[in-house]
């Protein structure tokens, strides 16, 4: 059986971000807005000049604003049209979560993005670490239809949360995708590899203040990341 590669996502804040991390070695791109707030919506002339030049899967974040991921009825609105609006650009996929106020998941608004979504793939975000039962969890968002989560264990970062993560990819299975992200880095992207198992991995691969990915640390994350 061939091995199969272990895929790389990067986090892009602009469409510098993005010719750095594809000309690197990156598999996807998760396009997003102001790395400061984590990430949000990005705008709709960004994510059309993004299409344009990406040669690799772009993933779009759908996010209204900072902070938790509780919304209201107006912010579950813009979320929609945001992604009605996005998916006439010809991208791969979405990113989102929603969860009540206590971490746990409400399906319906959910799996209501994820139907509007279709055919398009979409990944549960970080929110994913504000969970109050995670294995539960998993199954609830493969149920929602959700295709991959992303999550760092649910600790700060991917080196803390590996053994929770070894643990969701193995329950996951191929039901839904388990991707670490949250502090990885080349430094250590080879020992959570062997350590989780995970297929794909996600780094925004910034190693100073500013916004844009180190070249040389997404090359040596995707080579990491591929050596047994």
Not at 91 to 105: A, H, N, Q, R, T
Not at 136 to 154: D, I, R
């Amino acid at each position: 059986m061939q091995h199969q590669m272990n895929q790389l996502e990067i986090a892009c804040f602009s469409l510098d971000a993005i010719a750095i991390a594809q000309e690197n070695g990156a598999d996807r791109i998760e396009l997003c807005l102001d790395r400061d707030a984590g990430g949000i919506t990005p705008p709709f002339e960004m994510v059309q000049a993004a299409r344009a030049l990406t040669t690799v899967a772009l993933n779009v974040m759908i996010r209204p604003r900072e902070g938790d991921f509780v919304y209201t009825e107006t912010e579950f609105q813009a979320m929609k049209n945001s992604i009605t609006t996005f998916k006439n650009l010809g991208i791969d996929g979405f990113v989102f979560g929603i969860l009540y106020p206590d971490g746990s998941i409400p399906t319906e608004a959910n799996a209501a993005l994820v139907n509007l979504a279709q055919p398009l793939p979409c990944t549960f975000h970080r929110a994913f670490d504000g969970i109050t039962d995670p294995l539960q969890g998993l199954e609830t968002l493969a149920a929602c239809g959700f295709k991959t989560v992303l999550t760092s264990g649910v600790r700060t970062n991917v080196t803390e949360g590996a053994d929770l993560l070894q643990q969701l990819v193995a329950h996951a299975g191929d039901r839904i995708t388990v991707m670490p992200g949250g502090g990885l880095r080349s430094s250590n992207a080879r020992w959570l590899s062997q350590t989780t198992r995970a297929v794909y991995y996600h780094s925004a691969a910034i190693t100073d203040d500013s916004e844009l990915p180190n070249p040389t640390e997404v090359a040596l994350l995707k080579q990491q990341l591929n050596t047994l």
